[in-house]
């Protein structure tokens, strides 16, 4: 079994900052792209970033600039550095990995079970 877990999540002022994790842990032989995803409130879930095994990053427009993800491959783990939080960044934000559990086995994607992110004055 893998497991995701999320963690760095709150409320924030405008303009502030904050720093969410995802470790991932149980069978991993390997993970691919990994990625984060928001859900606002009555909106669908959005792509946010991503971040292959090589280190290649993408974001959507809206983030750009302001937010930053990374991985520590060494302990499984993902992070995205935010800044310059604004209200619209409100949401549920959740990891998404997708792992390898032995040798020559096929990549699943697993979901963490996401995270609060509240920027309000």
């Known amino acids: 079994q893998v497991q995701l877990m999320e963690s760095g999540g709150g409320l924030v002022q405008p303009g502030g900052s904050l720093r969410l994790s995802c470790a991932a842990s149980?069978?991993?032989?390997?993970?691919?792209?990994m990625g984060w995803y928001r859900r606002a409130p009555g909106k669908q879930r959005e792509l946010v970033a991503t971040?292959?095994?090589?280190?290649?990053?993408y974001y959507i427009d809206s983030v750009k600039g302001r937010f930053t993800i990374s991985r520590d491959n060494a302990k499984n783990t993902m992070y995205l550095q935010m800044t310059s939080l604004k209200p619209e960044d409100t949401g549920v934000y959740s990891c998404?990995?997708?792992?390898?559990?032995?040798?020559?086995?096929?990549?699943?994607?697993?979901w963490g079970q996401g995270t609060q992110v509240t920027v309000s004055s």
């Open positions: 149980g069978s991993i032989f390997s993970i691919n792209v």
């Open positions: 971040i292959s095994s090589g280190i290649t990053t």
């Open positions: 998404n990995a997708h792992i390898q559990s032995f040798a020559g086995g096929n990549f699943i994607g697993y």
